[in-house]
């Protein structure tokens, strides 16, 4: 990897990080009109899909997106002020934190249904297939996706018709608060089961963000070459509760002591010191980011606040319907 994207990868985790723990900071303040599904100790993945999707891709995730969405180039202003519920949010103040959308960047649209917006990412790759035009459809999803039955009809015909799609799944190790051994028989892997609709996968650690963006480097390079869909799952964690900005690792799903031990592998601090100790950056350097992420997240949030509410007679019109007039 080159000095430029180790270096981007860096500080597209290093915002991710910050904005997310902004959000949970700030969260107890009131303000924000709808839950929030956080992404922190996830950011390798999000950040190295970034690195390796060109503007013109396509992409489109479900309730867990906000890292998706930044990584993809989503516009920080209009999440925060979306998650504000303010009508200069990216949904218009309708959706909230599980709808966020930025066409211009080509991130397409979350949703809150499980496995829902995974035909539309296959739909999306359908013209890209017929017409030629070097495009990549990235579907983002949890390790519960695989469970559904769009996922399964969805994958089939990506199979069946080659299409440019790359499933890219975090598996976190819950879908809620249910860990896949409950929901899987044993020895039973995602990808392993995947692999049995007739594409290429691949297993990895999501917590080595260059190890994921050679993996993906990779796969996204056969993709556009004709060679069909991947699938690759990476293993990751959450660290803040399933929903919310808090943390739930006394209600007896999951133990203080599995978590401390994710927290070891913290997936920002271990690419920051492997950059310093490579010359690839600074401590100087990294705090010039920091500073810079700070600046920009501290401008978002004052833009949310100053940010009008969505008229009344607006409350039953279509979020894309225009205001002119």
């Known amino acids: 990897m080159n000095p430029e ?3 981007r990868l860096l500080f ?4 991710i990080r910050s904005v997310e723990e902004t959000i949970a900071a700030r969260y107890g303040e009131q303000k924000m009109r709808c839950p929030t599904h956080l992404s922190v100790g996830q950011e390798a993945v999000a950040a190295a899909a970034g ?26 202003k209009a999440m925060i002020a979306e998650i504000y519920g303010k009508v200069t949010g990216c949904a218009r103040g309708k959706g909230g934190s599980m709808h966020l959308i930025d066409e211009s960047v080509g991130f397409m649209g979350s949703t809150a249904i499980v ?7 296959v739909g999306l790759s359908y013209p890209m297939k ?24 969805s994958v089939n015909f990506a199979v069946v018709k080659q299409l440019p799609v790359l499933f890219l799944c975090e598996n976190n190790g819950y879908s809620v608060y249910s860990p896949l051994r409950v929901r899987q028989p044993p020895g039973r892997k995602l990808h392993e089961l995947v692999a049995g609709f007739g594409l290429e996968t691949h297993h990895g650690d999501g917590n080595d963000a260059r190890a994921v963006v050679a993996a993906l480097s990779e796969g ?11 699938f690759y799952e990476f293993e990751t964690y959450r660290w803040r509760e399933h929903c919310g900005p808090n943390y739930d690792n006394d209600i007896g799903y999951r133990s203080a002591a599995e978590y401390e031990a994710w927290k070891l592998r913290d997936p920002v601090p271990a690419l920051q010191r492997a ?17 810079e992420i700070d600046a920009e997240i501290e401008e978002a949030f004052a833009f949310a606040e100053s940010s009008p509410f969505p008229p009344p007679e607006d409350a039953f ?5 225009s205001t002119a007039g």
């Open 220 to 230: 996204v390079a056969a993709i556009r070459a004709g060679e069909g869909p991947r």
């Open 130 to 153: 017929l017409n030629s035009t070097d495009q990549i459809s990235c579907v983002f999803l949890g390790d519960a996706v695989p469970e559904t039955g769009v996922f399964f009809e």
């Open 5 to 7: 994207t180790s270096r």
């Open 115 to 121: 496995g829902g917006t995974v035909p539309v990412g």
């Open 12 to 15: 597209d985790m290093l915002r």
């Open 275 to 291: 950059l310093i100790t490579e010359a690839i950056v600074t401590e100087a350097d990294v705090a010039d980011m920091q500073a």
């Open 51 to 76: 690195a390796v999707l060109r503007p013109t891709d396509l992409a489109v995730s479900g309730h867990r997106a906000h890292a998706h969405y930044l990584a993809k180039g989503g516009s920080l």
């Open 317 to 321: 019109t279509d979020v894309y319907a």
